[in-house]
């Protein structure tokens, strides 16, 4: 397995259902970030992690909650969801150096979340 | 603050034509910014990207940008489009500081391919 890689690909939930997002870099990189992708809007940053911490947190409703157990995995835990936040979740990696040059950010597929 | 202006939420070509899609941006701080495509149920892969070096960068599958800090404009062109070009194309700006990682995408342009 290459790159960034997401699971689910799909993923049908209720409102009160309980359920994860996973996320896996193959690339060595040390940040890792989720991405809100909706219909006719910009992409949201949702969270980043560099080196294994969590550095931004962008205004995100607390029933989306991130995990990051080393700098290879990120999880996003969903909890009674609303039917706008139905979208496809993005995540994506990068090599960020402290107080150097930051690089590049490669996203995975996607995971096309629908909430009834 | 930095923010990404693209024109045009949709651009229609016929096979062979030139595809221009147009990319403003504002930044505070030298620009880096970046080209990616998204093809359908898929998520976004990078195109080409400006970091300060040349301004004319050459990318994937015969694209390129042309980086115009007099004009804030990073569009992105290609000589001859292919159906196979048909996506949703994304510009994004992001500081070239060394702790601003942050990327600042927009809305997005969709390229269509006509045979």
């Known amino acids: 397995e290459t790159g960034v890689t997401q699971t689910p690909r799909h993923l049908v939930m209720g409102m009160t259902n309980k359920k994860s997002l996973k996320c896996e870099q193959h690339?060595?990189?040390?940040?890792m970030y989720w991405y809100k992708q909706s219909a006719k809007k910009p992409l949201e940053l949702m969270f980043v992690?560099?080196?294994?911490?969590?550095?931004e947190n962008n205004s995100v409703p607390s029933r989306f909650s991130p995990e990051c157990p080393n700098s290879s995995h990120l999880f996003l835990h969903l909890h009674t969801l609303q039917p706008e936040d139905s979208a496809l979740y993005l995540c994506?990696?990068?090599?960020?150096?402290?107080?150097?040059?930051?690089?590049?950010?490669?996203f995975g597929p996607g995971t096309r979340l629908t909430v009834l | 603050a930095q923010s990404v202006t693209q024109l045009g939420s949709h651009v229609s070509v016929s096979e062979g034509a030139l595809v221009l899609l147009r990319c403003n941006y504002s930044?505070?701080?030298?620009?880096?910014l970046f080209w990616y495509v998204q093809y359908p149920n898929q998520g976004l892969q990078l195109l080409l990207k400006?970091?300060?070096?040349?301004?004319l960068v050459k990318g994937i599958n015969g694209f390129e940008a042309e980086f115009k800090k007099s004009e804030t404009s990073f569009h992105l062109t290609n000589p001859s489009a292919h159906m196979s070009d048909a996506a949703e194309y994304f510009c994004?700006?992001?500081?070239?500081?060394?702790?601003?990682?942050?990327?600042?995408f927009g809305k997005g342009t969709l390229l269509t391919v006509n045979p």
């Open positions: 994506a990696s990068s090599q960020e150096v402290a107080g150097g040059k930051t690089d590049t950010q490669y």
């Open positions: 690339l060595g990189h040390n940040a």
């Open positions: 992690y560099n080196f294994k911490e969590q550095t």
């Open positions: 930044s505070s701080v030298p620009p880096y």
């Open positions: 400006y970091t300060s070096a040349a301004t």
């Open positions: 994004a700006v992001r500081g070239s500081g060394g702790s601003n990682y942050k990327l600042t």
